[in-house]
């Protein structure tokens, strides 16, 4: 027996003798290597030797093991988007969080999916890489006994969509350590792959007659929103970001960037090829990009002629905010607990704190920066989770450089430094993000879901409160605010930990627009957040430390 399957075999039995939920093991191997998402050879970052990488299928409240090999040239972290990592922001993978996994070097990661469905991706913080690849679906199950308010599809298929620029990351990083915007993409993938109508080439799934299909999207790009819709085949809209929604089909839908969500198509159409189609959303040059759906023994190919896209520019976002009003919680469906979600009644909650959070795009001696309130966030030398548990943060960043309003300066002037929010365990917080911009955001919150309750044009005022969504909104952890228009979300900080709240746009977040929610359990008692992990890295001042006494 080798070490690997003795360790295994102890896990097994301690499995067994605490009864512990199922454990799921990955090794994965990171690497350079070379990929044509859009048809031109480029450097790409595989997971054994595959973009996009393993599908992490799982059941609420497993446990999830990934031994990550870095064997690029760079530190590496990987972060698994939307999963809460409930009192275990240790393993968050986000700068803020962790020390990055040198090269050549491995690091494991565990953490257990608790109290969670739905469809999610990981994909990488360090430098630029999330424009290179590493990235896949997180695709966590209901337990056996808890109802699903759908049928059993008969297979389940993971795709990741996106922009690419063919530019590679390396340049792009160099474009913003220099001050300046990467760009335009130069097209979309899906799934890696790019196709033109009509040509030929493997479908990229099959269908049976008669038999219905679940698709979890994803949109992983780097700044662009986009709409896909089948052709010839409604989709009806099932899950989103962990929620189950009210059920309705529809002929295309928008996804924005950061966002996941599944969909049912049923395969009642002719036997035949139909394509999915992908295009940009809001954007000066569109894209767009196929895969094609086969059916069983079909030899007729998809037709030419694609399903037109919703209209664009500013009819485009009252349809897509439209789109965004129509997704209600299915009160009465469970999710990862047996209670129905609406016995959640968040709209009775008294808000405690509100914090209103105002994008902005600036230069600092002449080089671009995003801020929120007019700090552009940069990560100090240490993880600030790790300096704050070790009793040092004071030699590394200042809390609460913000304030819960925006200066009125706030477009004008940015200042660069660490951005870190004390915040209270378990107070039921409102976020208010106002884009006071001309291009569309998305923020998410790590270890949370939160309520999605408004987005509307024009600005925020306490007033506004009367039209929020107050029953049935979706918990959810990314919401997309259109140009000149405000969002609302509320929650509950129950979940003690160093989270990262950020633009899902990626320039924006390299260049700042982020900052960190510290939410510390006063007691510092274990119920409330695990003690630093046996295997945690050290890096920066507290390197060589002694580890502080754990919470008990
Ligand atoms: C994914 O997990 C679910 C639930 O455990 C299981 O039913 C399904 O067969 C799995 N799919 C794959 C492709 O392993
Ligand atoms: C690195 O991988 C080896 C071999 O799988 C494993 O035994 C070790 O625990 C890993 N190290 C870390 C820090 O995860
Ligand atoms: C809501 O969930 C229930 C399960 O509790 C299900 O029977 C019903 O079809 C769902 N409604 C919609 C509109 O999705
Ligand atoms: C919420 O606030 C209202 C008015 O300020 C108060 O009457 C009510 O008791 C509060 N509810 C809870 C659950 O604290
Ligand atoms: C954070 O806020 C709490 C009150 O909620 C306060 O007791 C604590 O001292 C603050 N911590 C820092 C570092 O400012």
Known sequence: ???????????????????????????????????????????????????????INCTSNNNIVVNVFNNLDEPFLMTWNGVQHRKNSWVDGTPGTMCPIQPGTNFTYKFQVKDQIGSYYYFPTTALHRAAGAMGVIQIHSRPLIPVPFDNPADEFAVIVGDWFNKGHKSMKNLLDGGKSIGRPDGLHINGKSAQVGAQGEP?????????????????????????????????????????????????????????????????????????????????????????????????????????????????????????????????????????????????????????????????????????????????????????????????????????EPPSDVEKNVKIAPNVVNATYRNFVEIIFENRENTIQTYHLDGYSFFAVAVEPGRWSPEKRKNYNLEDALSRHNVAV??????????????????SLRSEMWERFYLGQQLYVSVLSPERSLRDEYSLPETTQLCGIVANMPKPPGYI
């Not at 808000?351 to 100090?380: M, Q």
């Not at 259109?482 to 989270?499: H, K, S």
Request: glycine share 6%; hydrophobic share 35%.
């Open 1 to 55: 027996m080798d070490t690997r399957t003795f360790g295994f075999f102890t896990l097994l039995l301690i499995t067994l003798v605490k009864a512990e939920d199922p454990y799921h093991f990955f090794e994965w191997k990171i690497t350079y290597g070379t990929m044509s998402p859009l048809g031109i050879p480029q450097q790409v970052i595989l997971i054994n030797d595959k973009f996009p990488g393993p599908v």
């Open 204 to 404: 990229s799934w099959t269908f049976e007659a008669g038999k219905t299909y679940r698709f979890r999207f994803c949109n992983v790009g780097m700044r662009t929103s986009v709409n896909f819709r089948f052709q010839g085949h409604d989709m009806k809209l099932v899950e989103l970001e962990g929620s189950h929604v009210m059920q309705n089909d529809y002929m295309s839908l928008d996804l924005h960037v950061g966002q996941c969500l599944s969909v049912l198509v049923t395969a009642d159409q002719p036997p035949k090829d139909y394509y999915l189609v992908v295009s940009s959303r809001f954007t000066k040059q569109p894209h767009t990009t196929v895969a094609t759906v086969r059916y069983k023994g079909s030899n007729s190919p998809a037709s030419p002629e694609l399903p037109p896209p919703p209209p664009d520019h500013t009819a485009g976002i009252a349809w897509s905010i439209n789109q965004f009003r129509s997704y209600r919680w299915n009160l009465t469906a469970s999710a990862a607990r047996p209670n129905p979600q609406g016995s959640y009644h968040y709209g009775q909650i008294n808000i405690t704190r509100t914090i209103k959070l105002v994008n902005s795009r600036n230069y600092v001696d002449g080089k671009l920066r995003f801020a929120f309130n007019g700090v552009s966030h940069v990560d100090p030398k240490t993880p600030l989770k790790l300096s704050e548990y070790f009793g040092v943060a004071d030699k590394e960043f200042k809390y609460d450089i913000i304030a819960d």
């Open 482 to 499: 259109f140009p000149g228009c405000w969002a609302a979300v509320m929650l509950t900080l129950d979940n003690a930990g160093m989270w």
